[in-house]
């Protein structure tokens, strides 16, 4: 079975800054996808940003962008210009191919952007 | 993407009853899934809704408990039987992405109170 960890429940960051936000996972798969979901006050799950195992380059999606170390087993989040609207929860899950497409979570990182 | 409804958006229960939560798609889609975010926690997967099939349960779900349909290619209910204040989370529906098949969207979740 596959377990994906977050390991920072809770993180603040000032408005216009940069902030990164971990996430790990186990399995024994070879390919699969990772993603990054948020989920502001409204309990609105968005999707951020997906990244492919297969995919040595990493995802981009304007502010966003991942760190993917297939080897560490590493999914990390940046968030670039951070904006008031960016304060949620932040879900980092794992789907393994061929699977039924179940979604794996975290257990989130609530982070606040400040004014 | 695919607009999602779920009714009702929250309702306040009383122990032992029962409440049957909708979740409408915008489009024909073939996977649906059930997740429940118990409070302050991540998500966790219920059961997978096939069009003409019976639901696949997750490890510590079944279906007396959390029955399923599937009556057509845009609509499941999730009924929360013989309710307790453990049952007391958000309820969310999503569904396959047609193109991506490996995404997935979310509807605006249910939240349940259990008194």
């Known amino acids: 079975a596959q377990t994906v960890t977050q390991s920072q429940p809770e993180m603040s960051v000032q408005e216009a800054e940069t902030v990164t936000l971990s996430c790990t996972y186990d399995t024994s798969e070879n390919n699969y996808y990772l993603f990054w979901y948020k989920q502001p006050p409204s309990r609105q799950m968005i999707l951020v940003i997906r990244q492919e195992a297969y995919k040595q380059q990493n995802a981009t999606e304007n502010r966003f962008s991942v760190n993917f170390q297939k080897a560490a087993k590493s999914f990390s989040l940046k968030i670039s210009d951070s904006q008031l609207g960016d304060t949620a929860m932040y879900f980092c899950?794992?789907?393994?191919?061929?699977?039924?497409?179940?979604?794996?979570f975290g257990g989130g990182t609530r982070l606040m952007v400040k004014p | 993407s695919a607009v999602i409804s779920q009714k009702p958006s929250r309702d306040i229960c009383q122990r032992g009853t029962s409440l049957t939560i909708q979740c409408q798609v915008d489009s024909q889609v073939t996977m649906m899934f059930w997740y429940r975010q118990q409070p302050g926690q991540s998500l966790t997967l219920i059961a997978t809704?096939?069009?003409?099939?019976?639901?696949?349960?997750e490890s510590g779900f079944v279906i007396d408990k959390f029955p399923i349909s599937r009556p057509n290619l845009t609509f499941s209910t999730l009924t929360v039987s013989n309710m307790s204040p453990e049952d007391s989370s958000i309820y969310l529906c999503?569904?396959?992405?047609?193109?991506?098949?490996?995404?997935?969207?979310f509807g605006p979740g249910t939240r349940l109170t259990v008194l």
């Open positions: 899950a794992f789907m393994k191919l061929n699977a039924g497409n179940m979604l794996t």
């Open positions: 999503s569904v396959e992405n047609r193109v991506l098949r490996n995404e997935q969207f």
């Open positions: 809704a096939n069009q003409g099939s019976e639901a696949t349960y």
